[in-house]
């Protein structure tokens, strides 16, 4: 359990301190949560708590298969806030927007080989 509340303080100590650096340097914030952080993080708890070479591989490579799907997002929103929406509807849309691209992924993926 100890571990459990450990990983999470982590985590969130990773989502608070972009959100400050963004505060005063949004490029650096987004340079900070662009980095495949929660992902290498990830791999890193995972082999700690499964050490199994291809369960790792698999894991790997469904991250860079599912990142595709979230990538426009980061292309609407900055669209729509420049347009005049507002940002809980441009961030509603856009993560709306990725859902339907995961669901997409998920039901195209395996036709194309892909192991998700």
Known sequence: MLAL???AL??????????????????????AAALPLVSV???MLLW????????MARYA???FWYVLPSLPMF????????H??????ALLLG???TMLLYFAMIAVGPRLGLRL
């Open 75 to 82: 292309l609407l929103i900055p669209v729509m806030l420049r």
């Open 61 to 63: 490579q469904a991250t």
């Open 5 to 7: 509340i450990a990983k």
């Open 10 to 31: 982590l985590s969130g100590a990773l989502v608070v301190a972009i959100a400050e650096i963004g505060k005063r340097q949004p490029a650096l914030a987004a340079l």
């Open 84 to 89: 005049g929406a507002g940002f809980w509807i």
């Open 41 to 43: 993080l990830g791999m």
């Open 95 to 97: 993560c709306a927007l």
């Open 48 to 55: 700690w708590s499964r050490p199994e070479a291809e369960n």
